[in-house]
């Protein structure tokens, strides 16, 4: 039996316009989290860098919660993504723990946006509202991902578990790049990459027990 062939078809002239205002929205929006915080940013702050009418932005999104919403999901996938193209190239289970971190420390190295947005996210989770509720569901998808693709490095009968492991990978990377980028700048950690790779690995081997 043939399997039909999939064939694209183009988006309408309407079509490409609304995504393109969609993406341009998702686009200031992150930028202005990160530079100006998911508390303090207004949906107005943010239709008036992208040069379009609050109106057009309740057309594509029903809140600044709903926009965070899909940033979060977005940023978590591409990093989930470079992270599984790192481990689907490791040699060896021993090289999946060091090409997992340095896949998520090059992610916040080039697009350090979302690391501080990141950070800030994780604050918000912790506040007892609805939408913090949806974040977590989010992060905790992520996380049960990233366990996934580190379950191999866990030894036999060894004190952490996948998810503990994938927390701490998770927890330990932005932490410590979100700490060194705000005191010493965005160009200083990118040029100590190597070495918060290095530091990153070390923390975590006493977990395996290495």
Known sequence: MNTP???????????RRKAKTNQRLLEVARKLFSEKGIYWAKVEDITEMADLGKGTFYKYFESKEAIIRVLLEEGLGELLTQTEQAVEAASSHSKILPVVIAARVDFFLTHPDYLLFFHQIRGLMQLQVDAAHELSQVY?????????????VISAGGAVSARDLATAIASYTSGLLTYHA?????????????????????????????
């Open 140 to 152: 905790d998808a992520h996380l049960h991902r990233l366990a996934q693709l580190v379950e191999p």
């Open 182 to 210: 705000l005191f010493e700048g965005q160009e200083a950690v990118k040029r100590r990459r190597d070495h918060f790779v290095r530091v990153l690995e070390r923390s975590l081997h006493p977990l395996l027990k290495i």
């Open 5 to 15: 062939v999939q064939v694209e078809v183009p988006l309408s002239r309407v079509a």
